[in-house]
């Protein structure tokens, strides 16, 4: 994956086909962030995300290919809705097919006629995760009684929050930043920033701030740098 130009915040290119655009906060905003992320975590969603909903219809989520779990929700998403991620790349206009090459499942473009196949689907769902700093969900029980404890725990969490709204999660991150020593953006600066440099300059400020806080103990005598990993000795790290 191309980092850098993640941290650029250009549009990343998924193949000749497909470019994955990059929102500016202020666009999120404009969307709507509770609807943006919700479109985000439908796309890339996992069996294990949807594992109540699937039981309930009588399917071993275990037993989904998570590519097929995507082909088949493809028609959900119209390019109105798509379009501040895929620009006017229409996701419901895709078709199930087979390669006739590899004989593997595939989705087609009917008019464009190229294959969304598993190797792209891949990328698309890597991106997007690594610009949001989402993590691949993959639940796998070792057993039908631990599996039906995973299950109940999902679905008690869903009743839950069943007639909540979804928690704010840009806001108290824009206030916290906007306001941190450490970050260059002033408050009418951050509209402009793509979603990923954002999440990304969080994850960086809190290194640094572990190293600072680890630092000081050292010096202080508190801290036995022996038992710090070097990891946290090195703000300049990947994140």
Same mark, same amino acid.
């Given at each position: 994956?191309d980092? &850098? *130009?993640? %941290?650029r915040?250009?549009?990343? @290119?998924?193949?000749?086909?497909?470019?994955i655009? +990059? !929102?500016?906060? $202020?666009?999120?905003?404009?969307?709507?962030?509770?609807?943006?992320?919700?479109?985000v975590?439908?796309?890339?969603a996992?069996?294990?995300?949807?594992?109540?909903?699937?039981?309930?219809?009588?399917?071993?989520?275990?037993?989904?290919?998570?590519?097929?779990?995507?082909?088949t929700?493809?028609?959900?998403?119209?390019?109105?809705?798509?379009?501040?991620?895929?620009?006017?790349?229409? &996701? *419901?206009? %895709?078709?199930?097919?087979?390669? @006739?090459?590899?004989?593997?499942?595939?989705?087609? +473009? !009917?008019?464009? $006629?190229?294959?969304?196949?598993?190797?792209?689907?891949?990328?698309?769902?890597?991106?997007?995760?690594?610009?949001?700093?989402?993590?691949?969900?993959t639940?796998?029980?070792?057993?039908?009684?631990?599996k039906?404890?995973?299950?109940?725990?999902?679905?008690?969490?869903?009743?839950?929050?069943a007639?909540?709204?979804p928690?704010?999660?840009?806001?108290p991150?824009?206030?916290?930043?906007?306001n941190?020593p450490?970050?260059?953006?002033?408050?009418?600066?951050?509209?402009?920033?793509?979603?990923?440099?954002?999440?990304?300059?969080?994850?960086?400020?809190q290194?640094?701030r572990?190293?600072?806080?680890?630092?000081?103990?050292?010096?202080?005598?508190?801290?036995?740098?022996?038992?710090?990993?070097?990891?946290?000795?090195?703000?300049?790290?990947?994140?």
């Amino acid at each position: 994956m191309d980092m &850098l *130009s993640l %941290l650029r915040g250009v549009g990343y @290119p998924v193949n000749e086909h497909l470019t994955i655009r +990059h !929102p500016r906060v $202020g666009e999120i905003c404009d969307y709507g962030e509770h609807e943006y992320y919700a479109l985000v975590s439908m796309l890339t969603a996992t069996p294990s995300d949807l594992m109540v909903q699937l039981t309930d219809m009588g399917i071993d989520y275990e037993a989904v290919d998570e590519f097929q779990l995507f082909a088949t929700c493809c028609g959900a998403f119209s390019p109105e809705r798509t379009r501040i991620l895929l620009g006017d790349f229409d &996701l *419901s206009a %895709l078709r199930a097919g087979v390669h @006739p090459a590899t004989g593997e499942f595939v989705l087609v +473009h !009917p008019e464009k $006629g190229f294959f969304f196949d598993k190797a792209v689907y891949e990328i698309f769902v890597g991106v997007l995760r690594q610009m949001h700093g989402m993590k691949k969900n993959t639940e796998h029980a070792g057993n039908a009684t631990t599996k039906q404890i995973m299950i109940d725990e999902a679905r008690r969490r869903m009743e839950r929050q069943a007639g909540k709204p979804p928690p704010l999660f840009l806001p108290p991150i824009l206030s916290a930043l906007t306001n941190s020593p450490e970050f260059k953006y002033g408050f009418r600066d951050v509209w402009d920033m793509p979603i990923y440099t954002l999440m990304d300059a969080v994850r960086r400020i809190q290194t640094i701030r572990n190293y600072q806080f680890i630092m000081s103990g050292v010096y202080s005598g508190n801290v036995d740098i022996k038992k710090v990993s070097r990891k946290e000795l090195d703000w300049l790290s990947e994140l």
